[in-house]
């Protein structure tokens, strides 16, 4: 008996085609959201492009869902939270805008470049005024790459035949992996600084918000352009605007907005600012390769395979599922804790696996591992299918042992990251069914993640110290839940731990880094 599948956005007709062969396809792109989830309930599976939002009201009304599909990256619209905890797998697209949306960032800079837009305008507003839109050419000037992921990897490819020299910055690729793609690897401040052309591929996350301000401004080139064709959010609007105005820029090219649809925004008051809307996936091909690529992972979840690009979880047996899910909780606080912990470009990965859990199938719970590590910072997804590979993508080598006793737990998750910098370990446990991390770097400690902030302190131990720190905070009017302080000797190496019931604001946690004996401060979200 064929599945059936529900269309809701306007899909490449070859996608369609491919699925009509393995289901019953009903396409109805003009349906509301009452009307959505009044009919949902009849289907095994819907696909999705941007403009649907699947809300937990649609998934909790679709009772045989097994899959929701979107031809294309972004999840945005899609509450994965809700398809995970209802068993429904989450499939996208990540590869098939690639090469479109690498090509867009760099007609953007070319149009940047030689005043294209601009110059089309004028003419034919019936001007010829060839003095006025006086360009400069790419070959030997320097591009900044932020994200050199799938988009970013691919805008340093036709770079190269535009022969700029090409600098670059991403904390999950190796340094040996850049100067393969003739790219070298730098700081974001050296970017800032060095580039002549700066263009972003990055995903929107709290890190990453906001990353290019009026502080990241001043320290570029005024003759320097910012593409971004990435996420809406990444670049202040407000200070690039001045910066340009005030001639300490030299222009920026913009495909993508905070909300969308946009139609107003103050940077189209400015003539030396392009904006496109959301081009980068815009062509033929790239709507057919997203389509056919989400099409024939949903036709592998009907048939029982694992889908290439699931983006809420790893797909994990009914009969393990109950068993391994505190487990897969546990590792994704220990990546996710590590990915703010390490500092540099990370060389290799080491994964181990003592007592209990190490009976399991490892799969999925390194799947959930570098996900959580690698996934804070990058755009591409990390599932059970892909996960080595995108490490491998990256030069990042992992590996794994088992063993079946531990000393001190009765099981316990370790992940340790060489870096540029060092290596950074962190341990976790599952006890009563909960997660404890048990251990960061030397420091036995003892954690209950609860999706709140934290600060960790690396610092001497001394009288006086955890008082200063509790005046800064008290004074900032953040509260502490509670403190866990670990030593490993009298007035030696200790390391701070403090739960927090708000973020602590930058201003607080460089005040506490200005402390006497206080080597590190982070604050991290597990």
């Known amino acids: 008996m064929k599945m059936n599948v529900l269309v809701a956005d306007p899909l490449a007709q070859e ?5 009509k062969q393995y289901a019953n396809v009903d396409v109805n792109t003009k349906l509301k959201p009452e009307e959505l989830k009044a009919i949902i309930g009849g289907y095994e599976a819907l696909v999705v492009r941007s403009q649907t939002r699947v809300t937990a009201d649609i998934i909790e009304a679709g009772v045989k869902l097994i899959v929701i599909g979107r031809a294309g990256v972004g999840v945005d619209n899609i509450d994965t939270q809700a398809a995970t905890r209802h068993g429904i797998i989450v499939v996208n697209a990540p590869t098939g805008n690639t090469i479109s949306a690498a090509e867009h960032a760099v007609a953007l800079m070319m149009s940047l470049a030689r005043n294209i837009p601009q110059a089309n305008a004028s003419l034919k507003n019936g001007e ?15 591009l900044g790459i932020v994200g050199l ?13 535009l022969e700029m020299k090409l600098i670059g910055y991403d904390p999950f690729v190796t340094a040996e992996r850049a100067k393969k793609m003739n790219v070298e690897i730098k700081t974001l401040e050296e970017i800032w600084k060095e580039a002549d052309f700066i263009t972003l591929h990055v995903p929107l996350i709290e890190a990453t918000k906001n990353m290019i301000g009026a502080k990241q401004l001043a320290m570029m080139k005024p003759t320097a352009r910012i593409i971004n064709a990435a996420r809406g959010g990444l670049i202040d609007e407000e200070a690039l605007v001045a910066a340009i105005n005030a001639a300490k820029l030299g222009g920026a090219a913009i495909d993508v907005f905070i909300e969308e649809p946009c139609t107003k925004s103050v940077l189209f008051s400015s003539g030396k600012i392009i904006v496109t809307p959301h081009l980068g996936a815009s062509t033929n091909e790239a709507q057919t390769l997203a389509a056919t690529e989400v099409v024939q992972q949903i036709i592998d979840v009907f048939n029982g395979q694992p889908a290439k690009y699931a983006v809420n979880a790893p797909l994990v047996s009914a ?3 109950p068993v391994l899910v505190p487990y897969m909780k546990l590792a994704n606080s220990v990546g996710n804790l590590l990915s703010y912990l390490g500092e540099g470009q990370i060389k290799s990965i080491h994964i181990k696996y003592q007592g209990e859990v190490a009976a399991f199938d490892s799969n999925a719970l390194k799947a959930v591992l570098l996900g959580s590590l690698l996934g804070r910072l990058t755009e591409e997804r990390v599932n059970m299918v892909n996960a080595s590979i995108e490490a491998t993508k990256r030069g990042i ?4 042992e088992k063993q079946a006793t531990c000393d001190n737990y009765a099981n316990l998750i370790t992940m340790e990251a060489v870096t540029s910098e060092g290596t950074t370990v962190v341990s976790g446990s599952v006890m009563r069914d909960e997660t404890h991390i048990v251990q960061v770097n030397q420091f036995w ?8 902030y934290f600060l960790f302190s690396d610092h001497r131990d001394r009288p006086g110290l955890i008082g200063a720190v509790g005046k800064i905070t008290g004074d900032a009017d953040i509260n502490i839940s509670y403190m866990h302080l ?19 604001p930058e201003a607080q946690r460089k005040e506490i880094l200005a402390l006497k004996d206080v080597t590190t401060a982070k604050v991290v979200k597990i």
């Open 486 to 504: 670990s030593r490993l000797k009298a007035r030696g190496e200790a390391l701070m731990i403090l739960a927090l019931d708000e973020p602590l």
């Open 319 to 321: 009969e393990v599922m």
């Open 445 to 452: 400690i003892d954690i209950i993640p609860t999706g709140g």
């Open 397 to 400: 080598k992992v590996t794994e």
């Open 149 to 161: 992921g799938n988009v970013g990897s691919e805008v340093a490819r036709r770079a190269q035949g």
């Open 15 to 19: 996608g369609v085609d491919i699925l």
């Open 128 to 142: 010829w005024k060839r003095n006025e839109f006086m360009g400069t050419e790419v070959r030997g000037k320097t």
